[in-house]
């Protein structure tokens, strides 16, 4: 089993910057890929950011130049770098890993910009 433990959320104004990390542990050996969704109140988890299985990067189009996914393979670590926040950026953003056979999620961390 995969064990994901995300940090690093909080309250920002706009215009600022956080960085999530999100540490993984156990089977470490089956994941393929890993990223970051998140979900805002009373909508639907999305996509942010995600490393494919090959190794290339995936954003979401609302986060695209603000936002930067990279890891640290040795430290099992993948981290969410972002910049110029806004307000609609709230949510609570939760890591992922998955392989071909499973999917796993962290607890999730708080992300709330205030205008």
Do not use: H
Request: hydrophobic fraction near 35%; aromatic fraction near 10%; proline fraction near 2%.
């Amino acid at each position: 089993q995969v064990r994901l433990v995300e940090s690093g959320g909080g309250l920002v104004q706009a215009g600022g910057s956080l960085r999530l990390s999100c540490v993984a542990s156990g089977s470490t050996f089956s994941i393929d890929g890993m990223g970051w969704y998140r979900q805002a109140p009373g909508k639907q988890r999305e996509l942010v950011a995600t490393f494919t299985s090959g190794g290339s990067t995936v954003y979401a189009g609302s986060v695209k130049g603000r936002f930067t996914i990279s890891r640290d393979n040795a430290k099992n670590t993948v981290y969410l770098q972002m910049s110029n926040l806004k307000p609609e950026d709230t949510a609570v953003f939760y890591c992922t890993a998955y392989s071909n056979v499973m999917r796993t999620w962290g607890q999730g961390t708080q992300v709330t910009v205030s205008s």
